[in-house]
């Protein structure tokens, strides 16, 4: 399967200058003058003028729930403890995996028609994050969330079964998913389970997921506990030489930057939910100062309200720039290399988060004559400070169409939207 997308902008391209791209076999294949012709050489290519559209990677959201769209809206502007334990949880705790199934459909279709290609997620319901992946052709690094004191609570173990089990299971079924461990967070996973999380995902070579120092009684009872920092307490426990997405970061000391400065640690900064659950921003123009890989996400829908990572972009920005009293603290393309290329490394996959030659292609189009982003002086800044979100036109997953011209090519979204009010009818 090949497609010529003709007349294209690349986003990294000089601002008049209009090229073609070539994709074949689910990778970009040729960039330039030479992608007509080897379009002429492939069999079955087909061709769509893109001009008046910009190109560029899918923006990749590194920290989420995708099933808990289904909560969105339903329980705001109460205190950070009351949204967690009094009102979320006990939801959660009714929802079947089918609810769950469509929470997760409702999540991909808000992203996909946001720009973002990939998601890393943190699930309770991972057999139905795997299922809604494959089915609507959704890239996500699924992390099964984990609470419980030791690796022998029976919780715990039965939680991490099933993470392997929903690996195997994404095998069969051909899911684009990478999978990984999330034990959920410092306070809710005993010292012996996230050293054990540790040692499992060494030996199986996987990426964890976890929140870290997201709220200052989370930092305060770190210390009072361990006497440590929630960092340096996770240090201590082997979790900082893995490979790991660390969501949050908000609460931080300086001997904290010294710690996450290593290849392998991926700070996730969450600004909205940050703002909307009162726990503050995170010091993201420090830590890009001391060396710190950054990436970003937009944690559920219960606490954004949002999956839109362009919304996202805007607020990260600001909020630095605003804090810091520095308005060149986190530039137009710093914050878009943020979203898209760490995006991309925090999950894994160096193949995707660049419009080049050879990189799997997770592309988005962008219409430029949304009235939001004339005149068009610089895209970067466009995109970043002035787009929606909504002036995606086409998505690209693997080189498939999965959004095309403002449709859903593999969702039913009638019925996703049916079911997801159907369930949140239980709950009002
Ligand atoms: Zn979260």
């Not at 989370?218 to 969501?247: N, Q, W």
């Not at 890989?293 to 605003?322: C, H, I, P, W, Y």
């Not at 800044?381 to 449709?407: C, H, N, P, Q, W």
């Amino acid at each position: 399967m090949s497609i010529l997308l003709k007349n294209v902008h690349l986003l990294e391209s000089p601002e008049n200058e209009r090229t073609d791209v070539l994709i074949r076999d689910g990778k970009i294949a040729v960039i330039g003058k030479g992608a007509a012709d080897s379009a002429k050489e492939t069999a079955g290519c087909e061709t769509t003028d893109c001009s008046g559209r910009t190109l560029m990677p899918g923006l990749i959201n590194c920290h989420t729930h995708a099933y808990m769209s289904l909560m969105r809206n339903y329980a705001d502007d109460v205190p950070f403890a009351t949204w967690l334990f009094d009102r979320i949880a006990p939801v959660e705790d009714s929802l079947s995996n089918e609810d769950a199934y469509y929470g997760n459909l409702l999540s991909i279709m808000e992203m996909l028609r946001t720009g973002t290609t990939a998601f890393a997620d943190m699930q309770m319901f991972p057999r139905m994050a795997v299922k809604a992946c494959a089915d609507s052709g959704m890239r996500a690094l699924i992390t099964r969330g984990l609470v419980g004191e030791s690796r022998d609570d029976e919780g715990a173990k039965r939680r991490l079964q099933e993470a392997f089990d929903e690996m195997e299971y994404g095998k069969e079924i051909g899911a684009p998913c990478d999978f990984g461990l999330g034990p959920h967070a410092i306070y809710t996973c005993g010292k012996d389970l996230l050293r054990y999380v540790g040692e499992l995902a060494a030996e199986k070579d996987l990426r964890v997921h976890i929140h870290l120092a997201e709220t200052q009684y989370e930092f305060d009872t770190c210390m009072k506990e361990h006497g440590k920092t929630p960092v340096e307490y996770l240090d201590s426990l082997g979790l900082l030489d893995r490979e790991i997405l660390l969501a949050h970061c908000v609460y931080l000391t300086d001997g904290d930057y010294e710690l996450l400065k290593r290849p392998n640690v991926h700070v996730v900064t969450n600004p909205a939910s940050n703002a909307k659950l009162a726990n503050g921003f995170a010091p993201v123009k420090r830590m890009l100062e001391e060396g710190i890989q950054v990436a970003l996400g937009t944690d559920s829908a219960a606490s954004n309200n949002s999956l839109n990572m362009f919304g996202e972009m805007r607020l990260l920005t600001m909020a630095q720039k605003g804090v810091s009293k520095d308005s060149l603290a986190l530039t137009a393309p710093e914050t878009l290399d943020i979203a898209v290329k760490n995006g991309a490394a925090a999950i894994g996959r160096c193949d995707l988060g660049a419009a080049e030659e050879g990189k799997t292609a997770d592309l988005i189009l962008i219409d430029e004559n949304a009235p939001s982003l004339r005149p068009l002086y610089n895209r970067k800044a466009s995109l970043v400070y002035s787009a929606s979100g909504y002036e995606v036109t086409d998505v690209m997953i693997g080189g498939k169409f999965v959004f095309r011209t403002g449709e859903y090519l593999t969702i039913d979204a009638e019925k996703v939207l049916f079911e997801t009010e159907r369930i949140a009818a239980r709950y009002r």
